[in-house]
């Protein structure tokens, strides 16, 4: 738990956790494990189950719909890690390309005239031999829509295998490497700006350490300590 107060809760959601239940209803969800403990709880959005980081669930139904208004116009501001496979040469790119969730056969989000525009910010941060680590911002809310545009745009982000994401050699991350890292938003009761960020997860953490230092993930040499 990130915060907690009487109108809402930031969780730091782990990679491989649903944030409802899935088609089945069977397996644990923040939803589920909230209302556990505190009663009726109203997801105000979403991430997908294998992205990390920040996510805000509402304790009243006042704070949803105020929320959901924000979201609506585009007045939540998100933030978002991810590394990707390749090495942009550009550091700035504003991808504005309209988006189709469930548009293949694979059921993926695809690039399409049919779709809605789609608008997403990415800046390079850090670039390593094989990858690069970038911060995206959206700035509509599709489905799959950071994994879509870097996708799209030749940069597909490391291990995704949905979007043709690759694994890095020796790395120790094997999950779709996409971390929700903020938002901010007014608060429902105080309407003052408020920001939450989450801390990188472990595999995300160990994984950027091994780019930056690639002699840690090397074994040593025989014969020696």
């Not at 056969?105 to 789609?118: D, I, M």
């Not at 997403?120 to 911002?137: D, G, I, M, P, S």
Request: one cysteine or more; aromatic letters at 6%.
């Amino acid at each position: 738990m990130l915060w907690s107060d009487e109108t809402l809760f930031v969780v730091n959601k782990p990679a491989g956790l649903l944030v409802i239940p899935g088609g089945y209803g069977e397996e644990d969800n923040v939803r589920q494990m909230l209302e556990s403990d505190y009663g009726r709880v109203w997801i105000v959005h979403r991430l997908d189950r294998h992205t990390s980081g920040v996510l805000v669930v509402a304790r009243t139904a006042h704070a949803h719909r105020a929320l959901n208004t924000q979201f609506e116009e585009h007045r939540v501001h998100k933030t978002y890690h991810a590394l990707v496979n390749g090495v942009p040469r550009w550091d700035r790119l504003t991808i504005d390309r309209p988006l189709q969730p469930n548009g293949d056969r694979r059921h993926r989000t695809v690039v399409s005239e049919r779709g809605k525009p789609s608008r997403t910010e990415v800046q390079v941060l850090e670039r390593f031999a094989e990858c690069a680590l970038v911060e995206a911002t959206p700035k509509t809310g599709r489905t799959h829509q950071i994994r879509a545009h870097l996708a799209a745009s030749g940069y597909p982000i490391v291990a995704d295998r949905l979007y043709r994401g690759q694994l890095l050699a020796s790395q120790s991350i094997d999950r779709p490497a996409l971390h929700a890292l903020s938002i901010e938003f007014n608060h429902p009761t105080t309407q003052k700006t408020v920001r939450f960020e989450a801390p990188y997860p472990a595999d995300l953490a160990s994984t950027l350490d091994q780019l930056r230092n690639p002699h840690l993930a090397q074994p040593a040499e025989p014969g020696t300590n």
